[in-house]
């Protein structure tokens, strides 16, 4: 226990502890005080102090998600603390964006997300200016005292300066870890969260989280769209042999250039698995490897998918540019047909998946989903009603809560 963070609400949430987790000997959210406080019931007339017999109503539920096993909530969050945006994407579709007391690059993910969350009626969201969680410290999370940590540990023990016993003792005298980060791209744990470490999908972890924040009705209001969405998509696909090539690349320049296959294993390409583009590297460039203007001409991809191209202060035309301007990327089928297209994030949370399911729809297979419009600059674009794979009031309503 670090010195001078003892506390009385600390010695009252610990004294709730009950079910045994993977953390550090179970977890419970949501504690306001001690167990004198009033209850409902109490208020109502229906206490028994008159007799001695004083009983409270236990309203506590748990839910179970890796790596952290059973965690005991005694009321819904209403502080969030995240460290990646597919976290922070699942408070803001459970209508909690505004809850989030830190997350990685706020500036940089408000601006992107809101280019999003434009086309969504009635919806605002405001980052800006929260704490920058991507090597959070532990005073800092004292500090933020939020209801629910969500985030992995098993990825935060990576950090410097933490380890379990870190872990432990913020999971304990604040509020649970609730979080899974590894899906991401499926890599393996540290050895201290390897036995029983389990892989999701988005919206499956999504669905533990919505239950950790009670908020079924939405969650399952969402899925519904999503569901809609992916039958959209699989009924209308084009056969495999006419599925055009693609990659998806990140870049601050030209000089060092990642490349993501769209077929990865992991929830990071949840918006372009469903979609069965063919791999332009045929295998042989492994996911996330820094890859030059040659390398991408040997593999010529028919579709190339600029990840962050719709962050304000990234200039898309200037990336084109850079790829028309090389005497090596010109020659990029891709380039010469006028097939780079912006994309949005690979951390996505729900609401972001689906924008980023129609659109990437709409870019690799035009003919089929509706042409993807010209686009340089701004909030994603206006689509026709009738172009549109999903209902965007629809979705709005529900992250407001009318569900």
Known sequence: MQEGFETQLDVTRRHYLGIGSAVGGGLLAGCTGSSTEPTDASEDGDSNEADGDSTEADDSYTVSIAPMGEVIFESPPETVFTRLTHHAGMAFALGRGDSITAMHAPDYYDGLWNQFVERLPGVSLDWTGLYSSWEPSKEKLYELDSDIHLADPAWITKQDGWDQADIDEIGTTISPWFGNSLSDRHAEPAAAYADGYEYYTLWEQFELVAEAFQEQARYEALAEIHEDLLSTIETDLPAES?????????????????????????????????????????????????????????????????????????????????????????????????????????????????????????????????????YEEGPYPEIPADEQLF??????????GDV
């Open 242 to 374: 006419e599925r055009p090539s693609a990659v998806m690349l990140a870049s601050a320049d030209i000089e060092e250039i990642y490349a993501y296959t769209l077929s990865t294993p992991g929830f990071l390409t949840a918006h372009t698995q469903p979609l069965g583009a063919r791999d332009a590297f045929e295998g042989e460039v492994e996911s996330n490897s820094v890859v030059d203007f040659e390398t991408l001409l040997e593999a010529d991809p028919d579709v190339i998918l600029l990840l962050g191209g719709f962050e304000p202060e990234t200039s898309l035309p200037k990336r084109r540019e850079a790829f028309r301007s090389d005497p090596v990327a010109s020659e990029i089928t891709a380039v010469q047909d006028d097939r780079l297209y912006p994309q949005g994030a690979r951390y996505q949370g729900p609401i972001l998946n689906l924008f980023q399911l129609e659109m990437t729809a709409k870019q690799l297979y035009p003919d089929t989903f509706g042409a993807w419009p010209e």
């Open 391 to 400: 209902d965007r009031q629809r979705v709005a309503d529900i992250v407001n």
